[in-house]
């Protein structure tokens, strides 16, 4: 809000021109506030899409995950970008932890901004031809506000245990100044669940002919639904929804240059959900810069998994005049270099997800998992031969391989490995010795709280191993 602190500064800055005396003296006209900034149905339109642009927030988990796991090394031009979190020798202050304890407020500012839009929407005024749209937007807030949720859950709490105590801080409404405890992971979880099966009902039915990448709808909603049920280990819920997406059709698997046009924007192929980005640098600066300089590049183990034959060699990954490799995933479109849209949920994920979920089940349908792994293969690498499995064991390793080759750079590899109690080991050509292996057991697959957030909030308890 412009308060009068503002008005006197602005007072000081225009002195030689005119006095401010008056406008001192009277309520200023430009008061911002939710008394006024939320009138017709445009206006509340206006508050969902900064909620949407907040979801900008998942770039971090991407960074931070390429930079914990083996998927990224540090680049041949680096000087400092991401180093400390690359070894491990991040710490919960802005100094040290700046990568890690990024997450916190990213997705916190995206829930108080639907916390604020959301009791809004009832009372706006809209025309009778505008009411329909008020469902539409209530939907994408809740749906914004669980994804925001979830993210925090990933980050900064332990191993999905419903019965941790130390989940995250839920926040169901604005307040600027409270200081909440940390909610259970079963509280938050369960808030995440009905926001995004309440979001889903309000939403119209999707087709191929209407469905859009760019904002939630039903199709997109229950991908996150498919995600968020394999991180829990539900995995019959995690089928269900991942054949819901795939049934759908609005997004089938793309192979050959139809798969390399959407790292360049040429195209929407298998894109469930992205956030445009039309002039930001945003998410490709994190690993080049746009004169050239390498900061983070692929990791020579990411860059060994993939044959002559898979496509994804080249498209993920390429090489400057130098010899350096850098991560040509999110490297340049024609809007200009490093501008490019946040591939936040695509059709590839599904298949993996349902894969994962029907070996990792009670009783394993291993015809099934190889089938949706082979599928994707074949898109991917010309003149595959699909592969018999026998063993479920191998096939789970085979369907973990995958993600770490398919959805490299995309926020899931630490995460991955976290959720199944693995460590990270990197090839000793990607890191010095020291930071080659964090243990399963590590307190560092828990990211820190700020201790911004501790100092300020005596409510909040920090995560073990940090301070």
């Known amino acids: 809000m412009k308060n009068l602190k503002n008005i006197i500064l602005g007072c000081v800055a225009v002195a030689g021109l005119y006095s401010c005396e008056k406008d001192l003296d009277l309520q200023p006209t430009d008061t911002f506030s939710d008394a006024n900034a939320f009138i017709t149905i445009d206006d509340a339109q206006q508050g969902v899409n900064g909620a949407f642009g907040r979801y900008g927030a998942y770039a971090n988990d991407m960074y931070v995950s390429a930079l914990i796991s083996d998927e990224a090394k540090l680049g041949a031009n680096n000087s400092g970008q991401g180093a400390l979190t690359y070894r491990y020798q991040f710490s919960s202050d802005g100094t040290t932890g700046g990568d890690v304890i990024g997450g ?33 937007l209530r ?11 979830f993210g925090l859950l990933q980050s900064y709490s332990k191993v999905y245990d419903y019965n941790d105590p130390l989940g995250v801080p839920l926040m169901l409404q604005s307040n600027a100044t409270g200081q909440p ?3 259970s992971v079963g509280e938050v979880m369960d808030q995440i669940i009905a926001d995004l099966a309440e979001a889903k009902g309000l939403l119209p039915d999707v087709t191929p002919a209407n469905f859009s990448d760019t904002v939630l709808n039903k199709v997109n909603i229950a991908a996150y639904q498919a995600r968020i049920a394999l991180y829990r280990k539900d995995y019959d819920q995690a089928i269900a929804f991942a054949t819901e997406v795939i049934n759908s059709n609005v997004k089938p698997l793309a192979s050959g240059p139809a798969f390399a046009s959407i790292w360049t924007d040429q195209s929407a192929n298998e894109i469930l959900f992205k956030i445009r980005y039309e ?11 746009t004169g050239g300089d390498v900061y983070i590049a692929p990791s020579d183990k990411l ?23 850098y991560v040509n995933k999110f490297f340049e479109s024609a809007r200009g270099g ?8 695509r059709i590839a994920e599904m298949y993996l997800i349902r894969a994962e979920a029907n070996a990792r089940k009670t009783s394993p349908d291993i015809a099934a998992a190889a089938a949706d792994l082979n599928l994707l293969r074949s898109n991917r690498i010309a003149g595959y031969v699909d592969q018999t499995f026998v063993d479920v064991n191998v096939l789970i390793n085979e369907i973990m391989e995958e993600r770490f080759k398919e959805l490299a750079f995309e926020g899931f590899r630490y995460f991955d490995l976290k959720r199944n109690g693995l460590p990270v080991q990197r090839l000793l050509s990607d890191a010095n010795p020291e930071w080659a292996e964090l243990p399963a057991n590590s307190f560092r697959f828990v990211l820190p709280i700020p201790r911004d957030e501790i100092n300020a909030n005596p409510n909040v308890v920090q995560n073990n191993g940090y301070n």
Not at 304 to 325: F, W
């Open 279 to 289: 002039t930001s640098t945003g998410i490709g600066s994190l690993w080049t810069t």
């Open 181 to 183: 405890a940390r909610n």
């Open 303 to 325: 860059r060994a998994s993939y044959s002559g034959s898979d496509i994804r060699g080249t498209v993920y990954i390429g090489q400057d005049g130098n010899g350096n490799y």
């Open 104 to 136: 916190w407020g990213g997705y916190y500012a995206l829930i108080d901004q639907c916390n604020r839009v959301l009791p809004k929407i009832a009372t706006v005024t809209a025309r009778p031809d505008e009411e329909p749209r008020r469902n539409i």
């Open 139 to 149: 939907a994408h807030v809740l749906g914004l506000r669980a994804l925001g949720h």
């Open 338 to 345: 490093r501008v490019v849209h946040m591939k936040a949920a």
